[in-house]
């Protein structure tokens, strides 16, 4: 059973980068669409964006300009970079797995989330 | 982008009731659908995947099902551990969407 972690920093100071890390195990990182999602405090489930083969990522346009999303297949890992933070970004961040190379009928799998605050 | 509209935002129910939650997409999405269960402090929990499909573990109380671009997902039988906030995925197409939430409260 594929179980993903998130890492990082628990507070970001206004206008610096959130850097996460979501460490996967149980399964590859290859062939997958890995995505991150955040949710603000009492707040609804926002997509932040995808990679697919190390390369091929998507976005969501309202964060577009500030994110980064990368992949490291020798750790099995996926990266999170959100640069000029401000309060609004304060939230839960989770990894999660999507679609397969070939099918999107597949049941997704969610990390625990980690929480981040940007604040001074 | 898709808009996900889910229905009702919140409901008060009595353990034993059957409920039902609505979600319906502006465009076309197939059957690429997701249901989770979200508890106060938790991250959320899949219940339903491809709109229809039981994931694992999860009690057979819960069901999904699809009518063109409108989505159900059904509780036969409200049990205590069921009152909770469900929320609807797209990831048809990007960028993938959300429905704002169904708190399912204690009557």
């Known amino acids: 059973q594929v179980q993903l972690q998130e890492s990082g920093p628990g507070l970001v100071k206004p206008s610096e980068t959130l850097s996460l890390t979501c460490t996967v195990s149980g399964g590859s990182i290859s062939s997958y669409y890995w995505s991150w999602i955040r949710q603000p405090p009492g707040k609804g489930l926002e997509w932040i964006g995808y990679i697919y083969d190390s390369g091929n990522t998507n976005y969501n346009p309202s964060l577009k300009s500030r994110v980064t999303i990368s992949v490291d297949t020798s750790k099995n890992q996926l990266s999170l970079k959100l640069s000029s933070v401000t309060a609004a970004d304060t939230a839960v961040y989770y990894c999660a797995r999507g679609c397969s190379a070939t099918s999107c009928f597949l049941p997704p799998f969610w990390g625990q989330g980690t929480l981040v605050t940007v604040s001074s | 982008d898709i808009q996900m509209t889910q229905s009702p935002s919140s409901l008060s129910a009595s353990v034993g009731d059957r409920v039902t939650i609505t979600c319906r997409a502006s465009q076309f999405i197939n059957d690429i659908l997701n249901w989770f269960q979200q508890k106060p402090g938790k991250a959320p929990n899949l219940l339903i995947y491809a709109a229809s499909s039981l994931q694992s573990g999860v009690p057979s109380r819960f069901s999904g099902s699809r009518s063109g671009t409108d989505f159900t997902l059904t509780i036969s039988g409200l049990q205590p551990e069921d009152f909770a906030t469900y929320y609807c995925?797209?990831?048809?197409?990007?960028?993938?969407?959300f429905g704002q939430g169904t708190k399912v409260e204690i009557k």
């Open positions: 995925q797209q990831s048809y197409s990007t960028p993938q969407t």
